[in-house]
């Protein structure tokens, strides 16, 4: 292993943000769009939703940088991951890690300035989870699902407001997200010896799915009293059971997802806006 003695500029941008950038490319790391959207319905105040969007894109790149850092050494395996850029992590490890952790520190730090210090807690609560899964939770079946439910809730907290319900609905869409991700993952998890719920628990994962979806449904029913959005839900549940393309599938729900969420938003802060 290299130190990664010749390090410049670029390398470290690159270090900083590629990890989020190869998840956009993926068709992941969307998440933080639901907190420019919560940030601005919430203050009516874009520069409000920008600081958030700031936040949220420097606070995804520690994250996703800690765990391609975890799998830095399965990744070699992985085809889906840019291998140019696996090799770079493994050839320079401690500045990669150097990387992390100051944009970690920078994270946790622009929370404690512009955010109350009860949501600092719970953003450092969310790296404390982020290390959690990628350090012990990726391989065991359910929890691996339950802990990114809890990490996808603990991102609300970078919005200016903190709303439990608007907490508990990202968690089942995130847990719901992860479900599509490690079943179009399954073959390289079994490869890299990764043992995903998808990977032990098949059938069950599928059920899985469908039950969080049931229960997000009922959630947005009681955070917008809309009985519409919530038995929308059936459309991505049911296209699930006839439709065997998880990539199809997976954008019906994203669909369904940003529909919901904006007008939960509305209804919460009473927007004026008729729908």
């Known amino acids: 292993m290299r130190t990664g003695t010749n390090i410049n500029l670029s390398q470290l941008l690159r270090f900083a943000f590629y990890p989020l950038w190869l998840r956009w490319k993926l068709g992941e790391g969307g998440i933080w769009i639901f907190n420019v959207l919560h940030a601005y319905f919430s203050t009516h105040d874009v520069m409000w939703a920008i600081a958030t969007g700031l936040h949220s894109i420097l606070t995804l790149c520690a994250l996703y940088g800690?765990?391609?850092?975890a799998d830095r050494y399965n990744d070699r395996l992985n085809p889906k991951k840019f291998q140019p850029f696996v090799e770079e992590i493994n050839n320079n490890q401690q500045i990669f890690l150097i990387?992390?952790?100051?944009?970690t520190i920078l994270s946790i730090t622009y929370g404690l300035l512009f955010w109350k210090y009860k949501q600092s807690w719970g953003l450092f609560l969310l790296y404390i989870v982020n290390f959690a899964y990628s350090s012990f939770f990726k391989?065991?079946?359910?929890?691996?699902?339950?802990?990114?439910?809890?990490?996808?809730?603990?991102?609300?907290?970078?919005?200016?407001?903190?709303?439990?319900?608007?907490?508990?609905?990202?968690?089942?869409?995130?847990?719901?997200?992860?479900?599509?991700q490690i079943e179009h993952d399954i073959e390289i998890d079994r490869i890299t010896n990764v043992n995903t719920s998808a990977v032990k628990l098949r059938k069950f994962t599928l059920y899985m799915k469908n039950t969080l979806g049931l229960c997000t449904g009922y959630s947005v029913w009681l955070s917008s009293r809309s009985l519409l959005m919530a038995f929308m839900i059936l459309i991505p549940i049911s296209i699930g059971f006839s439709?065997?393309?998880?990539?199809?599938?997976?954008?019906?729900?994203?669909?369904?997802?940003?529909?919901?969420?904006?007008?939960?938003l509305i209804h919460v802060y009473e927007t004026k806006i008729i729908l």
Request: some cysteine; charged content about 5%; hydrophobic content about 60%.
């Open 66 to 69: 800690y765990n391609d850092y």
């Open 99 to 103: 990387v992390i952790i100051f944009l």
């Open 243 to 264: 439709n065997q393309n998880i990539l199809i599938k997976w954008y019906i729900w994203r669909i369904y997802f940003l529909i919901s969420w904006i007008y939960i």
């Open 139 to 180: 391989s065991l079946p359910v929890l691996d699902i339950i802990i990114v439910g809890i990490w996808g809730g603990l991102l609300t907290v970078l919005a200016p407001r903190v709303n439990l319900s608007l907490c508990v609905i990202s968690g089942l869409m995130t847990s719901i997200a992860h479900i599509h």
